[in-house]
Structure formats: C-alpha cells, structure tokens
C-alpha cells in the first residue's frame, strides 16, 4: 500500500507540469465521456484529483483484505479443528465473537491509518499548492466505513455457511459482483439506482470532495447494513451446530 | 488417469459456476452496449481531434466505445479479473487441497511418482481452462455478433478473446509456485483474491500512467485489447514474457514439489 502511495506520488510530479493544459480540454468533455474515462469531475492535475483517483484503488485493496478478514476470522475454527478446544471453554459464544470482531476492527484500523499516514506524507513530499490534509481525512473516513461495512458482511457470511471454502467463496462473489455493478455504473449511468446495491458507489471519491460530508443517506444505509450483519453474526454463531 | 479424473469430478461444478459467471458478464455488459454507444458516437469526432499523448494518458488510445469491437474490449478487463481468480484459485488449491484436508499422506504413499501426480493435477486445470474458454469464446462471439452493426473484425475477437486463457495461464503458474513455496495455505481464496487485485490495482496504475516498464510487472497489461484491435496481432515482447514467466513458474514447481516434506496426520 506504502509503496503504492510513493509510486503514483513520484509519478504526479511528471503529470502535473504536462497537465495545465489538458485541464482546459477536460472541461469541455461532456459527462458521460467522462464518466467513462473514471474521471468524475474532478480536475485530476491537481493533486487532490489525482490522489482521488487512487481511492479506487484502496477500496479495490481493502475491501478483499477486510471481507476477507471478517469471514475466515469467525469461520476458521472448525476448519483448523480448533473449534472443539475453544467453544469448550467456559466463555460465552457472544463472547467469542466479540474478541474477534474486536480484533478484525482493530486489523482494519491499523490497515487505514497506514494508508493514511502514507498518504499524507507522500502527497505532502510531492505537493506543490495548498495542503489537502484534511481532504485526506475524510477520504480515509470513508475508506474505513466501508472496510468496516465489508468486514461485517464477511463475518456475516461465515455465520451462516456451514464450512470456510462455501464462506470464502461467498464473500468472494459478493466482493466481485460489488465491483462489476460499480464499473457497470460508471459506463451507463442510467442504471444509477444499483448503487444503492454496491458499498463501491456509497461515498465516491468526488463528491466526497466536493460537498466535504458524506452522503446521509449511504451512511445511514452503511451503518444499518453493518448493524445487521454484525447482529446476524451473533445470532447464528450463538445456534450453530460446531462440527468436530 | 484416476488421479485427473478424480480431479476433474471434484472441479467440474466449479468451472460450470465460474464460466457462467463469465458468459453472464458479457451478456449483462453487452446488454449497455447499444444505449451507450449512441451516448459516444456524439463525442467521437471531438476524442479524435486530441493529440495523441493525452490519448494515451486516457487509455483511449485506439479503443473506440461507439464500435462494438472497442466496447467489448472496454469491459474485457472485467472478464480477465474474474477469469484470473478462478484460474489462480485452481492453481493454489490443486496441490495444497490434498494437506489441507489430509488425504496427502493417502495419495503420497501411492506406487506413483510425485511427478505423476503434479502431472496429473495440472492436466486436470488445463482440461478445465481449456473446457471454460472453448465455451466462453464461443458464446461470447455469439454474443458480440448479435450486436455488430455493419462489419466486424473476427480474428481481433478471437484474439481478445484468446489472451484470456494466456493470462489464466499465467495466474494458474504463479497460484502452482505459490502453493508449494507457501508453507501451510489455510485458505485459498484470500491469497487468490489479494493477489489477483493486486495486479489488478498496477494494471490500473499502469494505464493511468503509461509507464513502459510498468506494464511488464502485470499480465494484465500483456494482451492490450487496442493494440489488438489496431494490429490483429499481439505485442511479440509480452508474449515471450508471458510464456517465459509460466515456464519458470512451473518448472520451479515441479522442483520443488518433489522433495517437499508433506505433513502427515
């Protein structure tokens, strides 16, 4: 991910003395040519254009590293046949779960901050105008809700499917079919309302940028979304069979 | 042979999912096609006065959205990502499902050599890809066709539609080398789905920024559908590179695997 930063960074400084006038061009291009080209409307000369459209990246990266995380952390032990050693013990199931949700909260705290500590070094290092600091943060605000939103889902699956290979490859599907229907969203704009399906489209980039908040609505959604999973979790971790 | 038909029974669902999720894929995406390509065509004229840098920095170089041939190549990346999950996910799991769920020590001490074994688990990939992208390419031809609207080039398709076994090929090596190299694999589709996107991600990198030697780090970026499209032909330099890194990847396994130590019971 650091390195990832550095590199698109390192390239930016090559991109925005070629940029100036290109921008004036980007300017007339209609939307839905732009849409096309994943440009949005952002000026991508800029350094906060140009950092925005590495956002994609991270939610691509972090979002298999967090639905992954979240389903084999709740679906391993039976799988390693360490289920019968630790169900046996005298701890509440709910409690189980909640150490290891704590846990997968804890491992995608450390995964944003890094991004984030990444990100505001190396934007800073080959920033030429005013800081885009606190740009950054929200971005990154909205990078964890949806690592948080995609964590859940995981666990979420793995509560309900019965061994880890059926789990994985769920999450798996989920998280590809989550990204196809966002790219499809950018090529033809008019199935626009499928957005509401994928955590992809939830807080783009741009208007995270342009309005400084995060839309009301997605974050309601996201939040009843990740309540839901989580509490699906509890519920059928609390009532399944463990094999041994 | 009872190895690769054991093999091919217990994958055959598999691939049925997998290559329906393909063909699905360019049915739904080919579905936008005509909606959209009314939306381009307006704007054609004004992407081919750019010059042809900024092009390039677009990655709209020689694709053009409004022709069905440029379209289909547009959301073929789509089609590479999901086929190269599936192919490394083959790949990983072909060798290490047998430590995994212990029958290792069942099969390994068998009157067969270990390279008959390995022999016989990749052919059993091979079948696989070989069955999925016969009726991908024809279906998705199918699917191409129906939507042409005067002329179409037939050989760039099958090519664009060929460099997808060539880059599952590529993730079927690496996912092979990575299981035998990777001490114990508990679960398959993490590494699959870290690995594959992070290719992904610097093939995206990669067409943003257009940096030559970048397009060397991805397979991704091997088989660009423009340059296809534009030459019916592939770029000879990322062919031998494709070719050369599976040979590696390979023979290394092969290396390897036979005097690993396979944990028993």
């Known amino acids: 991910m650091i390195i990832l930063i550095y590199a698109g960074m390192l390239k930016y400084s090559g991109f925005a003395a070629a940029g100036q006038s290109v921008n004036d061009l980007f300017k007339q291009f209609p939307a839905s040519v732009k849409a096309v080209l994943g440009l949005g409307e952002l000026d991508i000369t800029s350094v906060l254009g140009y950092y925005a459209v590495f956002y994609l990246y991270f939610l691509l990266l ?43 909260l804890i491992n995608i705290t450390i995964l944003n901050l890094t991004t984030l500590v990444a990100s505001v070094v190396f934007v800073e290092m080959f920033n030429t105008g005013p800081p885009i600091t606190d740009k950054i ?6 990078l964890l809700i949806f690592q948080l939103l995609f964590a859940s889902i995981g666990a979420g699956i793995a509560a309900l499917t019965r061994n880890i290979k059926k789990a994985t490859s769920l999450s798996a599907s989920v998280l590809l079919t989550a990204f ?13 309302f499928l957005k509401y399906i994928t955590p992809f489209k939830y807080f783009p980039a741009a208007e995270v940028i342009r309005t400084g908040t995060y839309a009301p609505l997605f974050l309601l959604l996201s939040l009843l979304l990740i ?13 399944r069979d463990i094999t041994i | 042979m009872n190895i690769f038909a054991q093999e091919l029974k217990m994958s055959a669902i598999s691939m049925i999912y997998w290559t329906t999720a393909l063909i699905l894929l360019v049915f739904v995406f080919m579905f936008m096609y005509p909606p959209i390509s009314k939306d381009i065509a307006v704007f054609e004229s004004i992407l081919n006065n750019f010059p042809i840098s900024l092009r390039r920095a677009l990655g709209i170089t020689t694709l053009d959205l409004s022709e069905v041939l440029g379209f289909y190549g547009f959301i073929f990346v789509y089609i590479l990502l999901i086929g190269s ?10 060798l290490s ?15 067969v050599s270990r390279s008959t074994i390995v022999n016989a688990k990749i052919l059993s990939v091979l079948t696989n890809l070989g069955i999925q992208n016969i009726l ?3 279906l998705s031809c199918l699917i191409v066709n129906a939507y042409k609207q005067d002329s179409l080039d037939a050989a760039a398709l099958v090519l664009i539609n060929a460099s997808l076994i060539q880059v599952q090929l590529f993730f079927v090596a690496l996912g092979l080398f990575l299981s035998v190299v990777i001490k114990k694999i508990k679960t398959v589709l993490p590494i699959t789905l870290g690995v594959v996107f992070a290719f992904f991600v610097i093939q995206l990198l990669n067409q943003s920024l257009d940096d030559p030697k970048l397009a060397y780090i991805t397979p991704f970026a091997y088989f660009d559908v423009g340059q296809i499209i534009q030459n019916s032909s592939y770029d000879f330099s990322f062919l031998v590179t494709n070719f050369v890194i599976i040979t590696v990847l390979t023979v290394l396994t092969y290396l390897i695997y036979q005097r690993q130590d396979i944990p028993s019971l």
């Open chain 2, 97 to 111: 499902e047998e430590i995994r769920s212990k029958t290792a020590d069942f099969l390994l001490v068998k009157p």
């Open chain 1, 227 to 239: 309540t839901l999973f989580t509490a699906i979790t509890y519920y059928f971790m609390d009532k």
């Open chain 1, 180 to 192: 196809i229907v966002s790219a499809a969203i950018d090529l033809y704009n008019k199935i626009d």
């Open chain 2, 85 to 94: 999950v599936y192919a490394m996910k083959s790949g990983i799991s072909v």
């Open chain 1, 137 to 142: 943060l929200q971005l990154m605000g909205s």
């Open chain 1, 62 to 104: 972090t979002g298999v590293h967090a639905v992954m995380l979240g389903t084999v952390i709740i679906a391993k032990e039976e799988h390693d046949k360490t289920a019968d050693f630790l169900f046996v013990k005298p701890v509440m199931r709910s409690k189980i779960v909640t150490a290891k949700l704590i846990a997968v």
């Open chain 2, 136 to 138: 991908f390419i024809t």
